[in-house]
């Protein structure tokens, strides 16, 4: 028996003629990372400033962070949009005002001064369509381990992480990301 699939709206990139966005409306969650400019390790150093590009880009656009992990030079989380057309646009928004209100001691190249860039952050993001249960809590789960895989801090002692968020909601225990845990997550790379 064939199984009827939602309709797929995929956005080509102009400059890339094989890089494609899976855009959706029936998907509300979707997982992304994203990564500094040469992997520069500023996102801790301007947390505020961080969350006021996110605060910036909520008001163009509903959504809520589900989850996320924030790190010293990337990020992951997972979005909960009303309209999963507008993804694109939100990060965009996000790392844009990030961009213009960051200091930058990089001095930067012609070629990136004439296309007006700041060098803060890479220029595409990585992102994936959450499909089902099963897919929203494996990311979950990546997203959490990510304190312990980059700096071997329990994610419960990591505190720009939503963990704590979910072990309220008991979705976690607090003594979450044992060797058994790990075993499961160690093999996935969302980076």
Do not use: G
């Not at 996102?43 to 924030?70: E, Q, T």
């Amino acid at each position: 028996m064939a199984i009827a699939c939602p309709p797929i709206y995929i956005c080509y990139n102009s400059y890339m003629s094989n890089y494609k966005r899976f855009y959706n409306e029936n998907y509300k969650y979707v997982f992304f990372t994203i990564v500094t400019y040469n992997r520069k390790p500023i996102l801790l150093n301007n947390i505020d400033l961080l969350r006021s590009a996110f605060k910036y880009a909520l008001n163009k656009y509903p959504f809520k962070i589900y989850a996320i992990c924030i790190l010293k030079d990337h990020l992951h989380m997972i979005l909960k949009l009303e309209n999963n057309n507008d993804y694109s646009e939100i990060i965009r928004l996000m790392k844009y005002y990030f961009s213009i209100k960051v200091k930058s001691n990089s001095i930067l190249p012609k070629s990136k001064l004439r296309k007006r860039e700041k060098c803060i952050w890479q220029r595409r993001f990585w992102e994936h369509t959450i499909r089902n249960e099963t897919d929203l809590n494996i990311h979950l789960d990546y997203i959490h381990y990510n304190s312990y895989k980059h700096y071997k801090i329990v994610p419960d002692n990591w505190e720009f992480s939503s963990f704590k968020k979910f072990v309220n909601l008991n979705f976690y225990q607090k003594d979450w990301c044992n060797f058994d845990d790990k075993n499961k997550i160690i093999e996935l790379d969302f980076e």
